[in-house]
T-cell receptor
Framework: DAKTTQPPSMDCAEGRAANLPCNHS???????VYWYRQIHSQGPQYIIH???NNETNEMASLIITEDRKSSTLILPHATLRDTAVYYC??????????????FGKGTKLSVIP | ETGVTQTPRHLVMGMTNKKSLKCEQH?????MYWYKQSAKKPLELMFV???????ENNSVPSRFSPECPNSSHLFLHLHTLQPEDSALYLC??????????????FGDGTRLSIL
């Protein structure tokens, strides 16, 4: 399994870009990087995923380094509703034949007015 | 996101009760999952279903009994639970369980409390 390392917490001013880093130095060539977030009392919400190219959708951008050993999730204009725990996950193939999501401790992002 | 709906949102039960959790997905997916999230612990995968067939059971105690009557519905039947089973139970779905580039989509979970 490729493990990920994230800072435990970050603050971001409302309206500013939030840049959340993730290290995954043991990632394999065919393993995708996924980002989810979890707001208190809700289920994890899928944000974005990528393999090696940078990706962008309506929620965020994902920047993956060329060596794929780290990535950054960018929320371009953070709002108070973006306050959540953000999880960076490298999916691993289980022995039973499915891709598992292994959630770590994530980064608690606090957006400050 | 309303693609995956779980009911009830909250459940309190005694150790001798029998109850069921329900999950329904409206995304046309074929794979469904049960996860457990305990306080201050990461999500733990419990079961995986693909086209109604169980493909994974991560050593879950038999007091948890899943049922998948079709690709859109998933149940978790509970009986004689223990206090340590109190947790948030999350359901998820994806197009298939083997697609590397297919995200799983989660419901908001059932908060279960065992008295």
């Amino acid at each position: 399994d490729a493990k990920t390392t994230q800072p435990p917490s970050m603050d971001c001013a409302e309206g500013r870009a939030a840049n959340l880093p993730c290290n995954h130095s043991t990632i394999s060539g065919n393993e995708y990087v996924y980002w989810y977030r979890q707001i208190h009392s809700q289920g994890p919400q899928y944000i974005i995923h990528g393999l090696k190219n940078n990706e962008t959708n309506e929620m965020a951008s994902l920047i993956i380094t060329e060596d794929r050993k780290s990535s950054t999730l960018i929320l371009p204009h953070a709002t108070l509703r973006d306050t959540a725990v953000y999880y960076c996950i490298v999916r691993s193939f289980s022995g039973a034949g499915s891709y598992q999501l292994t959630f770590g401790k994530g980064t608690k992002l606090s957006v400050i007015p | 996101e309303t693609g995956v709906t779980q009911t009830p949102r909250h459940l309190v039960m005694g150790m001798t009760n029998k109850k069921s959790l329900k999950c329904e997905q409206h995304l046309g997916h074929n794979a469904m999952y049960w996860y457990k999230q305990s306080a201050k612990k990461p999500l733990e995968l419990m079961f995986v279903y693909n086209f109604k067939e169980q493909t994974e059971n991560n050593s879950v105690p038999s007091r948890f009994s899943p049922e998948c009557p079709n690709s859109s519905h998933l149940f978790l039947h509970l009986h004689t639970l223990q206090p340590e089973d109190s947790a948030l139970y999350l359901c998820a779905s994806s197009p298939t369980p083997t697609g590397n580039s297919q995200p799983q989509h989660f419901g908001d979970g059932t908060r279960l409390s065992i008295l």
